[in-house]
């Protein structure tokens, strides 16, 4: 706490003084002796008074976990902004790259969070994959996605779908096509496991399906997966926003 590495679920500093509160929400940010750095350098895209829009590399995670504490996304906008209030609206893989918004102040970050789970706003990638020249597309892909082993990796299984993903074809060239995939759900690694799930894995993909584990520090392979658009009618305002990530796929 004298540290500075501990804050509540809006976001504030939690220090030997708060006072206690019934389900005070309560985050550590971890100290790791050693952390490997992330080489790439995220930008920003649009500051406000209630919205940041930050455009993420791979490799970076938004949030602290496992062994990245320093080197995440949220960390390094706080720094770099001063800005102790920042909360990521919502969450992106670290293999994966694009937009995440984040909310800038408390007074109005719960209308923000509601564009998320009333499902109010319009996100799409764009990903490297497999052909799938048997397919018809546009094509919509439905199951249902639960934990699997080990504990970090995702599975279909036979039931009711709580996972939908609809697939597009940007661009057909030789053995990999780029695609665009809307999400209309939102599970953990679902366009990963869709995708695989259909035989087109994405490019450099090390957990579907392969359980190959990148070692620290190699960032020769980035996941071909980019969070490209974000859509949205502001809630404040009632106008309408939209932000394109600037970063590229390559195979």
Do not use: C
């Amino acid at each position: 706490m004298a540290r500075g590495r501990v804050i509540d679920g809006n976001g504030q500093w939690v220090t030997p003084e708060t006072p206690h509160r019934p389900g005070l929400e309560v985050h550590y940010y971890r100290e790791v002796p050693e952390e490997t750095p992330v080489p790439f350098d995220e930008i920003v895209l649009h500051e406000d008074a209630d919205l940041l829009v930050a455009d993420k590399p791979h490799f970076l995670p938004v949030t602290p976990a496992g062994a990245h504490v320093h080197e995440t996304l949220l960390g390094r906008l706080i720094r770099r902004t001063g800005n102790q209030s920042l909360v990521p609206l919502h969450r992106i893989d670290r293999e994966t790259a694009g937009l995440v918004l984040f909310s800038t102040h408390p007074r109005s970050r719960s209308v923000y969070q509601a564009l998320f789970r009333e499902r109010r706003i319009h996100k799409q990638y764009e990903a490297i994959a497999p052909a799938l020249p048997e397919i018809r597309f546009p094509y919509t892909r439905t199951s249902r996605i639960v934990a699997g082993e080990p504990f970090f990796r995702m599975q279909e299984i036979e039931g009711a779908a709580n996972s939908e993903t609809r697939i597009e074809v940007i661009e057909r060239d030789g053995e990999f096509w780029r695609y665009a995939l809307t999400p209309v759900t939102g599970r953990k690694h679902q366009l990963r496991v869709h995708m695989a799930a259909l035989g087109a894995p994405i490019a450099n993909d090390d957990l579907y399906p392969s359980l190959h584990r990148r070692e620290a520090g190699d960032h020769s392979a980035p996941l071909q997966l980019l969070a490209k658009r974000l859509d949205f009618i502001d809630p404040l305002s009632g106008v309408g926003r939209a932000f394109s990530s600037g970063f590229m796929l390559s195979p």
